[in-house]
């Protein structure tokens, strides 16, 4: 089961933002959940500074996926981000990154917190993926991609 595609909505594939840093990426991304889904901005902003502050979330080949647990969330938000310029994001190849995926939790999804987390590092380790998702000027495009991975060839 692809849980990601299952969970990512188009609305929620964003492409070209520009940012210049983690703490300009996390606003942005508090303010598309904010309107998007009715999440306070604030809340996730904090969730996922205090998240970064124990780890940084970047996995290294441009990718990063910054997530969090958020208080009073009934469904799991998953969204993709594609960057206009890359930004430094602590990850283990010291690359910066441009592709993130933000998961957002409810507390108690631990188990699913776990497993999208996976295959979301499982995904974005598939090059031949990253290409795919990188060609894809639309969102419905690239969730195209999302959906039918791993089974393009």
Not at 43 to 53: C, T
Not at 91 to 119: M, W, Y
Not at 141 to 152: H, Y
Request: with cysteine; glycine share 4%.
């Amino acid at each position: 089961m692809n849980t990601i595609a299952d969970l990512l909505r188009t609305e929620d594939i964003i492409f070209d933002l520009e940012v210049a840093n983690k703490r300009q990426l996390f606003e942005e991304i508090g303010r598309h959940m904010e309107r998007k889904h009715g999440m306070p901005q604030a809340w996730v902003v904090l969730s996922l500074s205090r998240r970064e502050e124990v780890g940084a979330t970047g996995l290294g080949d441009g990718v990063a996926v910054p997530h969090a647990r958020i208080k009073d969330l009934d469904r799991i938000q998953i969204a993709y981000i594609r960057l206009r310029s890359p930004i430094p994001f602590d990850a283990p190849d010291d690359q910066p990154v441009s592709d993130i995926l933000v998961l957002l939790v409810p507390k108690q999804a631990t188990e699913e917190h776990l497993r999208i987390l996976a295959e979301a590092t499982q995904m974005f380790s598939d090059q031949a993926f990253r290409e795919r998702l990188w060609r894809c000027g639309q969102a419905a495009e690239a969730k195209k991609q999302f959906d039918a991975w791993p089974l393009i060839a």
